[in-house]
T-cell receptor, first 107, second 114 residues
Framework: KNEVEQSPQNLTAQEGEFITINCSYSVGISALHWLQQHPGGGIVSLFM???GKKKHGRLIATINIQEKHSSLHITASHPRDSAVYIC?????????FGAGTRLTVKP | NAGVTQTPKFQVLKTGQSMTLQCAQD?????MSWYRQDPGMGLRLIHY???????DQGEVPNGYNVSRSTTEDFPLRLLSAAPSQTSVYFC?????????????FGPGTRLTVL
């Protein structure tokens, strides 16, 4: 079983919809990261959090350390949000990655 | 700042050939790492370095070598390429060891081994 599980694997939404991507992990962590990978392949960091909630524009990330769970929310989704969203956790000297959630937002 | 740069972007090798994937960063980051990304799987750590002259193995190090002679550069060497090494390779850096710091990723190198 993967140490980092994401759901759903694939998600299709209509423009304007509220989107939630979930991440569960089974190891002790020092931080959790949400990354975005665009169709061109580049990976950018969206959030890094170890507790509570962070917001950046239309994106919100939350984490519940006790339940070992994090969510990434996108409000008022737009076709440009179409990408693969990756959850990763910091464990000792390295990071462990989920397999990613492929989001497609249709106009 | 150029950030993290990788060359080449694409490469095709024959089984048994060797090559070096280049990675450089201009942010004075101490921590650099190499990952491979395979379909349906998360990124997996190959090797990492916590500073010039210091490297260590990650989850999937077999068949790969690294060195870190300068803070800026962290090349990944494939010693004798195998089809199982067909993958997309990402180099990443962060200010210090571990994932408490924001990770910056290079654009990736798509490698095919025939």
């Amino acid at each position: 079983k993967n140490e980092v599980e994401q759901s759903p694997q694939n998600l299709t939404a209509q423009e304007g919809e509220f989107i939630t991507i979930n991440c569960s992990y089974s190891v002790g962590i020092s931080a959790l990261h949400w990354l975005q990978q665009h169709p061109g392949g580049g990976i950018v960091s969206l959030f890094m959090l170890s507790s509570g909630k962070k917001k950046h524009g239309r994106l919100i990330a939350t984490i519940n350390i006790q339940e070992k769970h994090s969510s990434l929310h996108i409000t008022a989704s737009h076709p440009r949000d179409s990408a693969v969203y990756i959850c990763a956790v910091s464990v000792n000297n390295d990071m462990r990655f989920g397999a990613g959630t492929r989001l497609t937002v249709k106009p | 700042n150029a950030g993290v740069t990788q060359t080449p972007k694409f490469q095709v090798l024959k089984t048994g050939q060797s090559m070096t994937l280049q990675c450089a960063q201009d942010m004075n980051h101490e921590y650099m790492s190499w990952y491979r990304q395979d379909p349906g799987m998360g990124l997996r750590l190959i090797h990492y370095s916590v500073g010039a002259g210091i490297t260590d193995q990650g989850e999937v190090p077999n068949g790969y070598n690294v060195s870190r002679s300068t803070t800026e550069d962290f090349p990944l060497r494939l010693l004798s390429a195998a089809p199982s090494q067909t993958s997309v390779y990402f180099c990443a850096s962060s200010l210090f060891l571990g994932g408490i710091n924001e990770q910056f990723f290079g654009p990736g190198t798509r490698l095919t081994v025939l």
